[in-house]
């Protein structure tokens, strides 16, 4: 089958790139669950353990994702999105019906059952996207993920905005909202997730692409923080709250200019197709890397004639069946099927690392509300925008950086797992001391570490364990994150507050004593996240001294068959 034909204009990745910025944003909804847990707990009349086991119920169902990564194989992206439309309005408009008293006395293993479903909404969704782009970009992989990655960190900013601005801080319009909008959204935006031409990687105006898509969401992740500021501070009329998520909406939309762009001003074909089916004689086939999700198309030296006999008379006999050829297991940077990756000690230290940084980032988000309310916060909404924020810049911020350095340096992008792990370390120690003003400061690099782990993991899968079964392999890697939940906001974090509560003698515990152990494990947590970070940077460098040798994507010889 003859390669595609790269054209410089060619728009359908950039038009798949744009609407994946509102997927991913409608992807995110799980942040939400700080916005309506209060109310959770009032209605229902939940302890904080009751409430800390339904926001592992949304970990586990934003983070299992073995089934999508599975169905990105098998079906197209339509078909994963429109499942991921189905859970979100069952699961979020049963939980409505549940708040809003409309079902009296909902047993509360059906709510935590609701609450999984609605959140698992963001795995096909997220992942159906994810998958997608990343063959679409194959050879800008860390920066699509970035961005991507940052969209849905972005995401608890745009809902905290629309919270404020549009739905007058009511958790149940909110509730009623995931239900009815995300759907609506998801479903128009079907058509343009869609596998296409990969972008070659090669056009000078790529690189401007990509940063016009970087500047665009940096400006709307200051802008959200800058609204939601002066929201607190001053009372704006509802005319000013509409002009300012039109605004919002503007700069979502921002990414769709590349596409127009391309449309009033296309560029003239690079490689003429006559040319590129017909490959030189004398030459084996070439063909760019990555054009493929199987990451197939490689580049092949000059195949040498074989003079000796023997190896006539060998190749005979194995085309005859006198000789079985040895099928050949995977190398690293090859595609692995997920029970090949499954045994290799490079894809389980990959997953301890990641499973230590977000378990222990997530139980801090998890319980972001009452950290503040515990460390004297008057405003816990502010914080929460802030770790969004910094979320966000972690995650663009690393896909940007790490590229970089990949491609002109082979610095494998496990390094920047290694300095987040550091930094959340002493983020931690700053919660635990909660010093005058080390809150804010603690929430903003635990926010940006978060967003680390999060963005380098996903470029790293793909580099290690090929493109075809990414899907999968990228799931697996997202059960660390309610596993974290589990060890660590549950049965960690739950308890010992509760505890402590009850030692003051109310329901809400006040004071550093209510998470100060928490924080202590989790910065010991980290200190293990280095360790094993630093173990994996090593056994990976000269895999990626291998791939990104003169700083292009190649993959190993031993690929070539």
């Given at each position: 089958?003859?390669?595609?034909?790269?054209?410089?204009?060619?728009?359908?990745?950039?038009?798949?790139?744009?609407?994946?910025?509102?997927?991913?944003?409608?992807?995110?909804?799980?942040?939400?669950?700080?916005?309506?847990?209060?109310?959770?707990?009032?209605?229902?009349?939940?302890?904080?353990?009751?409430?800390?086991?339904?926001?592992?119920?949304?970990?586990?169902?934003?983070?299992?994702?073995?089934?999508?990564?599975?169905?990105?194989?098998?079906?197209?992206?339509?078909?994963?999105?429109?499942?991921?439309?189905?859970?979100?309005?069952?699961?979020?408009?049963?939980?409505?019906?549940?708040?809003?008293?409309?079902?009296?006395?909902?047993?509360?293993?059906?709510?935590?059952?609701?609450?999984?479903?609605?959140?698992?909404?963001?795995?096909?969704?997220?992942?159906?996207?994810?998958?997608?782009?990343?063959?679409?970009?194959?050879?800008?992989?860390?920066?699509?993920?970035?961005?991507?990655?940052?969209?849905?960190?972005?995401?608890?900013?745009?809902?905290?905005?629309?919270?404020?601005?549009?739905?007058?801080?009511?958790?149940?319009?909110?509730?009623?909202?995931?239900?009815?909008?995300?759907?609506?959204?998801?479903?128009?935006?079907?058509?343009?997730?869609?596998?296409?031409?990969?972008?070659?990687?090669?056009?000078?105006?790529?690189?401007?692409?990509?940063?016009?898509?970087?500047?665009?969401?940096?400006?709307?992740?200051?802008?959200?923080?800058?609204?939601?500021?002066?929201?607190?501070?001053?009372?704006?009329?509802?005319?000013?709250?509409?002009?300012?998520?039109?605004?919002?909406?503007?700069?979502?939309?921002?990414?769709?200019?590349?596409?127009?762009?391309?449309?009033?001003?296309?560029?003239?074909?690079?490689?003429?197709?006559?040319?590129?089916?017909?490959?030189?004689?004398?030459?084996?086939?070439?063909?760019?890397?990555?054009?493929?999700?199987?990451?197939?198309?490689?580049?092949?030296?000059?195949?040498?004639?074989?003079?000796?006999?023997?190896?006539?008379?060998?190749?005979?006999?194995?085309?005859?069946?006198?000789?079985?050829?040895?099928?050949?297991?995977?190398?690293?940077?090859?595609?692995?099927?997920?029970?090949?990756?499954?045994?290799?000690?490079?894809?389980?230290?990959?997953?301890?690392v990641y499973f230590l940084g977000v378990g222990s980032g997530v139980t801090v988000l998890n319980n972001l509300s009452q950290i503040g309310v515990a460390l004297g916060s008057d405003?816990?909404?502010?914080?929460?925008?802030?770790?969004?924020?910094?979320?966000?810049?972690?995650?663009?911020?690393?896909?940007?950086?790490?590229?970089?350095?990949?491609?002109?340096?082979?610095?494998?992008?496990?390094?920047?797992?290694?300095?987040?792990?550091?930094?959340?370390?002493?983020?931690?120690?700053?919660?635990?001391?909660?010093?005058?003003?080390?809150?804010?400061?603690?929430?903003?690099?635990?926010?940006?570490?978060?967003?680390?782990?999060?963005?380098?993991?996903?470029?790293?899968?793909?580099?290690?364990?090929?493109?075809?079964?990414?899907?999968?392999?990228?799931?697996?890697?997202?059960?660390g994150n309610p596993i974290g939940a589990v060890l660590f906001s549950v049965l960690l974090a739950g308890n010992l507050y509760d505890a402590e509560a009850a030692k003051q003698g109310?329901?809400?515990?006040?004071?550093?004593?209510?998470?100060?152990?928490?924080?202590?494990?989790?910065?010991?947590?980290?200190g293990l996240g280095t360790i094993l970070s630093i173990i994996l940077t090593v056994r990976v460098r000269p895999v990626y001294q291998m791939l990104y040798a003169g700083g292009s994507?190649?993959?190993?010889?031993?690929?070539?068959?």
């Amino acid at each position: 089958m003859p390669s595609p034909v790269l054209k410089a204009g060619s728009r359908p990745p950039w038009v798949g790139l744009g609407a994946a910025v509102w997927v991913q944003i409608a992807a995110g909804n799980a942040y939400n669950f700080p916005l309506y847990s209060p109310l959770l707990k009032s209605v229902l009349g939940y302890n904080q353990m009751q409430l800390t086991i339904l926001g592992v119920a949304s970990d586990i169902g934003e983070s299992v994702a073995l089934l999508p990564g599975i169905a990105c194989n098998k079906f197209p992206p339509w078909a994963v999105l429109l499942v991921g439309c189905v859970l979100c309005f069952f699961g979020y408009g049963v939980l409505w019906l549940a708040v809003s008293e409309t079902v009296a006395n909902m047993p509360y293993i059906l709510l935590f059952i609701t609450i999984l479903i609605a959140t698992n909404s963001n795995a096909w969704f997220g992942t159906a996207v994810l998958v997608t782009n990343m063959r679409n970009f194959p050879l800008s992989r860390g920066t699509v993920a970035g961005i991507l990655k940052g969209y849905i960190g972005i995401s608890a900013a745009v809902y905290t905005v629309v919270y404020s601005l549009v739905l007058k801080e009511s958790a149940l319009n909110l509730l009623l909202f995931l239900a009815l909008g995300l759907p609506v959204l998801c479903l128009a935006l079907m058509y343009f997730i869609r596998p296409c031409t990969p972008a070659s990687g090669e056009e000078s105006s790529e690189h401007g692409h990509f940063l016009f898509t970087q500047v665009v969401s940096v400006m709307l992740a200051v802008y959200l923080l800058i609204i939601t500021v002066v929201n607190q501070m001053i009372s704006l009329s509802q005319t000013v709250s509409y002009i300012l998520i039109a605004i919002v909406v503007i700069l979502l939309l921002s990414p769709l200019a590349i596409p127009v762009k391309m449309t009033l001003f296309p560029v003239r074909d690079r490689i003429d197709s006559s040319d590129q089916l017909a490959p030189p004689e004398g030459n084996a086939t070439q063909t760019d890397p990555l054009l493929t999700p199987s990451s197939s198309a490689i580049n092949l030296g000059s195949f040498h004639e074989a003079d000796d006999s023997s190896d006539v008379e060998t190749l005979l006999a194995i085309g005859e069946g006198a000789v079985r050829k040895k099928k050949r297991r995977p190398k690293r940077g090859e595609d692995f099927k997920f029970q090949e990756a499954f045994i290799k000690a490079d894809f389980w230290l990959l997953w301890f690392v990641y499973f230590l940084g977000v378990g222990s980032g997530v139980t801090v988000l998890n319980n972001l509300s009452q950290i503040g309310v515990a460390l004297g916060s008057d405003d816990t909404t502010i914080l929460l925008s802030l770790f969004s924020f910094c979320n966000f810049v972690g995650r663009l911020g690393s896909g940007v950086v790490s590229e970089h350095f990949v491609k002109n340096y082979t610095l494998p992008r496990t390094f920047w797992m290694t300095c987040a792990h550091i930094l959340m370390i002493l983020s931690f120690i700053l919660y635990a001391l909660d010093l005058s003003g080390t809150l804010y400061a603690a929430t903003t690099l635990l926010g940006i570490c978060y967003g680390v782990q999060y963005s380098m993991m996903v470029p790293t899968v793909s580099e290690l364990f090929g493109l075809k079964h990414f899907g999968i392999n990228y799931g697996f890697m997202l059960i660390g994150n309610p596993i974290g939940a589990v060890l660590f906001s549950v049965l960690l974090a739950g308890n010992l507050y509760d505890a402590e509560a009850a030692k003051q003698g109310t329901s809400t515990c006040i004071g550093a004593d209510c998470f100060r152990i928490t924080f202590i494990v989790l910065a010991g947590v980290c200190g293990l996240g280095t360790i094993l970070s630093i173990i994996l940077t090593v056994r990976v460098r000269p895999v990626y001294q291998m791939l990104y040798a003169g700083g292009s994507f190649r993959l190993p010889a031993s690929a070539i068959h």
